[in-house]
């Protein structure tokens, strides 16, 4: 149970180096292997600052952030990035081949690795279009593959490293309604015992997690299930209509 996965935040607040106003204020939660922990709210609302405290991107001003009971402060960078895996809102493609930018975290990954995280990232038949296929060049920034096979790469990436936490930062938005609702699916399958932190703009995206936390300003406003948010919260509702 040392490696489960168990993701908390102790009432963390957070400002950016230099600034004067924190962007995240008293963030407590937590998430447990197997559940789906949500994340919404408008642009600006800190959802990128709060998932960025895990893997110590930044570290929060005052309170702690928790991984199986370990103030991640205690743990290096290289320790953490074995367990939780962070597909990046704006997801990072080097120069180099598919296979390079796949195995980019987790080198020792063998070729059926990187096609079953393919497969469940919905990247398997655009990989197997190209005439290299796992060679294929990418170039820097991703720039010759679209938005969403961008994305599809960087959540396989994440798979092949066979996390125990996986943090996806609006990682299905340059999906379409299809797309994104078969990479789903798989994803649950693949991801059912670890633990998934999801920031998302779909509400469609997030209905069956098992909390939804809406983010307002950088506080949590409102907490619960998408059934439970509906009843008992005015900004979800307004996020859910908008
Ligand atoms: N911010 C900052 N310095 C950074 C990044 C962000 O000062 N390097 C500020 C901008 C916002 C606040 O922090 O006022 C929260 O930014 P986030 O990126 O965390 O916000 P979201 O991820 O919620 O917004 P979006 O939905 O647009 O991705
Ligand atoms: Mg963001």
Redesign the pocket.
């Known amino acids: 149970a040392a490696l489960a996965g168990v993701v908390e935040y102790r009432n963390v607040t957070f400002a950016?180096p230099g600034?004067e106003s924190p962007?995240?204020s008293n963030i407590s939660f937590t998430a447990r292997p197997g559940q789906t922990v949500a994340?919404i709210?408008?642009?600006?609302?800190?959802?990128?600052?709060?998932?960025?405290l895990l893997p110590r991107l930044y570290d929060p001003v005052e309170g702690e952030v928790l991984l199986d009971g370990v103030p991640v402060s205690r743990l290096d960078r290289a320790e953490i990035t074995k367990r939780v895996a962070l597909v990046p809102?704006r997801p990072y493609l080097f120069s180099g081949t598919i296979e390079h930018n796949l195995r980019f975290g987790k080198s020792e990954a063998t070729d059926r690795e990187l096609w079953d995280a393919l497969r469940v990232a919905q990247g398997e038949s655009f990989v197997r279009d190209k005439k290299n296929g796992l060679d294929a060049r990418i170039a820097q920034g991703g720039t010759n593959v679209s938005g969403g096979q961008r994305q599809r790469l960087c959540i396989a990436r994440a798979l092949v490293t066979k996390p125990r936490v996986y943090l996806f930062?609006?990682s299905f938005s340059a999906l379409d309604v299809a797309t994104d609702a078969r990479l789903r699916a798989a994803l649950k399958q693949t991801t059912a015992d670890a633990t998934v932190i999801i920031?998302a703009?779909r509400v469609s995206t997030i209905t069956e997690a098992d909390q939804i936390l809406v983010?307002d300003n950088?506080r949590i406003v409102d907490r619960g299930t998408h059934e439970e948010l509906l009843e008992t919260s005015p900004t979800y509702q307004e996020i859910v209509e908008s």
């Open positions: 950016y600034a962007v995240l994340i709210g408008s642009t600006g609302a800190g959802k990128t600052s709060l998932l960025s809102q930062d609006d920031v703009q983010l950088g």
